[in-house]
């Protein structure tokens, strides 16, 4: 007996939902300003990109609400339920891929990173890292 969790990876759905996201004064000032403040590239490339991915994507949210439900019987659940096939597919690529490795890979990845300021890009390596050292810590229990 205890309490269960599983923690539902969406990954990429397609609605206007993340429309929603709530930005802090200082991150839509650096949305606005772009390369001449901190983080400003990142915002720049970073929301186009997922608006992309977003409107790209087969799954709807109908589907993942529905994964919820189906996943509250589970005696044991899993602790990561991956509810579409890019959540799999970075779950899978986390899970076989130690010290941040993947993190990097991804990282160098995203759109015109190779152009973000440099400690712009430093800081969110760094943060990627941390991100996959705690989802390692949170899988290895």
């Not at 269960?4 to 709530?22: D, T």
Request: proline letters at 6%; aromatic letters at 12%.
């Amino acid at each position: 007996m205890g309490i269960n969790v599983s923690l539902i990876q969406p990954g990429f759905v397609k609605s206007e939902s993340f429309r929603n996201v709530y930005y802090t004064e200082k991150s839509r000032y650096a949305e606005a300003k772009g390369a001449d403040e901190p983080y400003g590239d990142y915002y720049a490339n970073m929301s186009p990109f997922i608006t992309r991915l977003m409107n790209m994507s087969v799954t709807r949210p109908r589907s993942i609400a529905k994964l919820v439900l189906k996943s509250d019987p589970y005696e044991n659940p899993p602790l990561w339920i991956p509810a579409t096939v890019d959540a799999c597919f970075f779950i899978t690529l986390e899970d076989s891929c130690r010290g941040g490795f993947c993190s990097r890979y991804c990282f160098v990845g995203l759109p015109k990173v190779r152009k973000w300021d440099g400690s712009t890009r430093a800081s969110a390596v760094l943060f990627r890292m941390k991100v996959a050292a705690v989802q390692q810590g949170l899988r290895a229990e």
